[in-house]
């Protein structure tokens, strides 16, 4: 079982101490994101956790947690998403030299095979036009290239929930985005996917990606493994099936442009209801919701074929 850590929430920024007492207590309760009646119980040893994958905007507070999580025997990777807006978009980030210094510190300690950077979303318009892209990802890309080795981007989505605040790109400035990342990223040597995409950029060097990958996690395992696509995400997205232990509505980084909170009261509210001891990310069974076992099985094959990690 792959356990996503969390496509909802930034578990490392804000739950890393709920995160392990829930290691600790071998499950999680996980409420159902349309029915606040059903839960679902995710066991969480390590017999049963063959990855996890997680999330983040700002790992400092995991910084000095991972090498736990290697003694506890839970392989893992991080996708850091990490752009160069300002708080006028990203409003509850710190500064963005912090930031990368945090990413270089992580990817000291656990390794640029599992630290994987997400340059997502990409936002054109006055203020951030495809040249102003063009000097940041360059000056991002010289600062991390020896500390990833993967990249992935995505072009922003007009969702309604914006408040129709940022457009789609146009083709000729997705082809710009392109061309000009695919140079630079080759040149620093990270390898450039995209991340649920429709449009195909291979001519450009840039390849549909899986964010959680199965490559790469038999790469972190050391074990091959039988796996489905997730049929739960997009049509576009290549990842295979994970269990997400997040919920929707709890990330305080106030990003303007972000699918998984639906308004600042109702973060708010559930964001103080977070208890690190309950079960839950966010509250407490209230007592007669239906609880269904979520836990997976693993996904190993019994036998390692070593020749395939050399």
Known sequence: MIISASR??????????WFFNRLNEGYALVPNPYNADRLGRVELSPKNVDCIVFW?????????????LDEMGYPYCVHFTMTPYGRDIEKGLPPKPILMETFRKMSERI??????????????????PVGWHLERFGE???????????CFISFVDPYKSLEKRFRGLTDDETA???SGFS???????????TCAEGADLSRYGIGHGACIDQKLIERI??????AKKDANQRNECNCIESVDIGAYSTCPHGCSYCYAVSGRETMMRRVAAHDPNSPMITG???????????????????????????
């Open 176 to 178: 710009g985005i392109a």
């Open 221 to 226: 395992i050391g074990h091959r493994i039988t």
């Open 111 to 128: 390794g640029a095979e599992r630290s994987v950077w997400r340059y997502d979303p990409v936002i054109v318009d006055a203020e951030h």
């Open 183 to 193: 140079e630079i990223a080759g040149t620093n040597g990270i390898e450039l996917f």
């Open 56 to 68: 983040t905007k700002n790992a400092e507070p995991m910084l000095d947690k991972f090498l736990k």
């Open 8 to 17: 909802r929430t930034d578990i490392p920024a804000f739950y890393s101490e």
């Open 284 to 310: 407490h069974p209230r007592g007669g919701e239906l609880i269904t076992d979520r836990t997976a099985p693993s996904l190993k094959n019994k036998q390692t074929d070593l020749s395939h990690f050399k």
């Open 140 to 150: 991002m890309c010289g600062r991390l290239r020896d500390h990833t080795e993967r």
